[in-house]
């Protein structure tokens, strides 16, 4: 578990600035460089107002989607593309090449050493972290952890960056920031101030946010995106099976987009989900459950968590699927101070 910091430590956490990450190789390039290429200020501009802030954030659509932006002749988007293709390469890499790429991600601790260990280290950057479990499992307490460890400095295992929190259930607690801020050294008016939140209230609205924040995250230092929950909303707006195949579609949709966030910024997404039970689940399981959103959500999610309900406080993460973590749990415990080691 972390110390407390000294108090000429914690004055330098007051607000994370963007001097904080001027040593960083420039991981995007902005989309007023097409400017530079030849592209009119005005098709610019119909960009920044669909979302799309960087040239790598534009290679991640479809020239389709691109198109269905008012204003956008096909004519107009082959010479866009062909532009940001000039500035930024989308092509293969040697394997050497993807192993240095891989040293910019960094790995925001969650307050427990235990848990990190399952993790390889905390919460990644330029992934998607999914916990899933039931209801007082532990979740949405890591979430608030997070908020406060990814402001420390890279060399305290944090992420030296600013924190974009979507709600759609109406659970967090800035009250709650405050103990875990303490716990950490850190001035708990700076920690908060350094949190963008809104309350999503439609599916709609959820992913209308998430197109906002690329505008956010172009000119600030964000480091974390948390959406609490991700299933929540399309669970109330779309009822039936009758709106099955329409659900999951807007889902999809949803996952895409956290999936360029997470790489075009080298954001970590950290997504809470809900669990429904699983009839299949075969006679031998006594209270079988599984994750909300079908192989859609599935295959979205980098790295997932279950969460399960120990002794007290104690809560239980196991490592579900990861490309590169063996299947484990580790016990952590629910403290006053946010996620910490359990207690022997």
Known sequence: MIGTLKAEEASQLQLVEREDIDD??????????LITAGINAGDVKKLQDAGIYTCNGLMMHTKKNLTGIKGL???????????AEKIVNFGYITGSDALLKRKSVIRITTGSQ????????????SAITEA???????KTQLAHTLCVSTQLPTNMRGGSGKVAYIDTEGTFRPD???PIAERFG?????????????????YEHQYNLLLGLAAKMSEEPFRLLIVDSVIALFRVDFIGRGELAERQQKLAQ????????AEEFNVAVYMTNQVIADPGGGVFISDPKKPAGGHVLAHAATIRLMFRKGKGEQRVCKVFDAPNLPEAEHVFQITP?????AKD
Do not use: H, Q, W
Not at 73 to 83: G, M
Not at 254 to 261: A, K, V
């Open 186 to 202: 850190m001035d708990p008016g700076a920690v908060l101030d350094n949190i963008v939140y809104a309350r999503a209230y439609t």
């Open 337 to 341: 101070g946010g996620i910490a080691d």
């Open 132 to 138: 899933f479990g039931e209801f007082r499992s532990g």
């Open 24 to 33: 960083e190789e420039d991981l995007f390039e902005a989309i007023d460089k």
């Open 114 to 125: 235990a848990l990190d260990e399952l993790l390889g280290g905390g919460i990644e950057t």
């Open 254 to 261: 949803m996952l895409s987009r956290l999936t360029t966030i």
């Open 73 to 83: 002749s096909e004519a107009k988007v082959d010479k866009i593309c062909e532009a």
């Open 176 to 178: 709650r920031v405050i």
